[in-house]
């Protein structure tokens, strides 16, 4: 069964610092992508970074450039989602998810991903 399971999330000034955490497990595909994804009150939910396996290529969106690293650590089974600089509009449930057998560039579309964690409210104060 594939699992994930997402940490790390709370309530931060702006300007300070989080890091989310997603444990992957029950699944051993070589190649996949994960993603982070979030979502506000009344708006769509957003790819925000993701992260291909396959030759580690990542997607950032524009808003979030510059401040956000995801990074994986395979030995854990674990993707991070640094976020620095945050901004009230950062406020959101963030949420990862796995795109199976995935090659090349990691899509943000969030359709396409194929298991979905429970999520992490972010929340940051002005």
């Known amino acids: 069964e594939v699992q994930l399971v997402e940490s790390g999330g709370g309530l931060v000034q702006a300007g300070g610092s989080l890091r989310l955490s997603c444990a992957a497990s029950g699944f051993t595909f070589d190649d996949y992508a994960i993603g982070w994804f979030r979502q506000a009150p009344g708006k769509e939910r957003e790819g925000v970074s993701c992260?291909?396996?396959?030759?580690?290529?990542?997607y950032y969106a524009d808003s979030v450039k510059g401040r956000f690293t995801i990074s994986s650590d395979n030995a854990k089974n674990t993707v991070y989602l640094q976020m620095n600089s945050l901004k009230p509009e950062d406020t959101a449930v963030y949420y990862c998810?796995?795109?199976?057998?995935?090659?090349?560039?990691?899509?943000?579309?969030?359709?396409?991903?194929?298991?979905w964690g429970q999520g992490t409210q972010v929340t940051v104060s002005s």
């Open positions: 992260i291909s396996s396959s030759d580690g290529s990542t």
């Open positions: 998810a796995a795109d199976l057998l995935q090659v090349g560039p990691p899509s943000s579309r969030p359709y396409e991903y194929d298991y």
